[in-house]
């Protein structure tokens, strides 16, 4: 019997803020979030957007130590290509709707 895995990306996520961020990738789920100080780069493994024809975005935020969101931004697959899988959570970045709720986490 053979095992199969679902296709994966990864995604290397730099803090070039001037302060510590708590990073949430996709949603706000507490239980997922990640510490980055200030220069450090993470990298996380993404199952979507991976492909050209996958429609889905990729929710990111960050917020500073504060709890104010710094960062905001849904990541497409071809905008995930242009930046060669690499984020930079710049302080103002924030082009989500306010109040908007992250795309969904299944097709």
């Excluded at 935020?61 to 504060?66: H, K, Q, V």
């Amino acid at each position: 019997m053979l095992a199969g895995c679902d296709p994966t990306e990864y995604v290397y996520v730099t803090n070039s803020a001037d302060v510590p961020i708590v990073l949430f990738e996709f949603d706000r789920n507490p239980r997922y979030e990640q510490k980055v100080d200030p220069g450090q780069t993470v990298r996380n493994t993404w199952m979507y957007p991976i492909h050209s024809g996958d429609l889905r975005r990729a929710r990111v935020e960050a917020d500073d130590p504060n709890g104010t969101r710094i960062f905001c931004h849904d990541f497409s697959y071809s905008d995930l290509k242009a930046v060669g899988w690499r984020i930079e959570v710049q302080r103002g970045r924030i082009d989500c709707a306010p109040g908007s709720t992250p795309p969904p986490r299944l097709p």
